[in-house]
């Protein structure tokens, strides 16, 4: 890959002109999901492909199906070409003070609404750091912004949750993949059944051991998981069975934005903190490697949370 990375260029302008070649972001796409191991069928994992050069398109010969280079990464079932992605990839990995829809919808003469949908795409695979599902032992948990809300008393729960905005809001669901120590948060309005299970079927592979606490919402996701329960009116931890690194975490980040930036709606807030966290812990490098890290946290290579790695 350090080839492809010292070609990508430095300026907007050299940018917009370098992704124009369709076999260069092809390249760059393929490189950057399979690296050397090259490509594999996204079906049936086998290697023995053939390669349809005039339509960048592969067919595998055991299964038969074709797959493109989008196939698995955020691109995948948008018509939006790869170029104009690379583009908006360039931009959020190198304007300082972040980049509005408006701004790429200029530079890439798409529609704000497009623009919008490409930097939420790229935000939500950064905020991620992959586009896969998790699997194997996954812990998850939900929080308040502010304090874990289960553990408050009622009085001071109402209060902290109307001085932070309107209820629900502030609620973050995550999850973490204990063998790649990976984390994913989302804001959910709810900590109710529905919503908490789809965060965990959106996001885990069927059959995973799922831990949670004894949060009635996590009832019934052992018709898919092997879920298991840790009673905190009990214990902490139950053998394998416990949520600590995930509650390691949202003290670090209720830490963090206590610091910081109280008075951004929680919503907000997480949107601007992974593009502001990532602009600053990439400061020290040239525009050309902080793109190559937007471009590789999209197919699922970086940005783990090593702090909670246990
Ligand atoms: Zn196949």
Known sequence: MGDVNSKIPASL?????????????????????????????????????????????????????????????????????????????????????????????????????????????????????????MSGEVEADETFIGGKARNMRVGKRMAKIRGRGPMGKAVVFGLLERETGKIRTSVVSTRRKGELQRCVRENVTVGTAVYTDALKSYDGLDSDYAHKVVDHAEQYVDGNVHTNRLENFWSLLNRAIKGTYVSVEPFHLFRYLDGQAFRYNERKLTSAERFQKVLDSIVGKRLTYALVRG
């Open 13 to 133: 302008q050299a940018a917009i002109e370098y992704f124009s070649a369709p076999e260069v972001c092809f390249e760059l796409a393929k490189d950057a999901k399979w690296g050397s191991k090259g490509p594999e069928c996204p079906n049936c994992q086998s290697k023995r492909l053939s390669f349809i050069k005039t339509r960048y398109l592969w067919t595998c010969l055991d299964c038969r199906r074709q797959f493109s280079v989008k196939v698995g990464t955020i691109f995948e079932d948008s018509p939006i070409q790869l170029k104009k992605w690379f583009c908006a990839m360039w931009l959020l990995a190198n304007c300082k003070n972040g980049i509005s829809s408006y701004e790429v919808a200029r530079v890439l003469t798409v529609t704000q609404q497009t623009a919008w949908f490409m930097l939420q795409r790229i935000r939500y695979a950064m905020h991620n750091g992959t586009i896969n599902k």
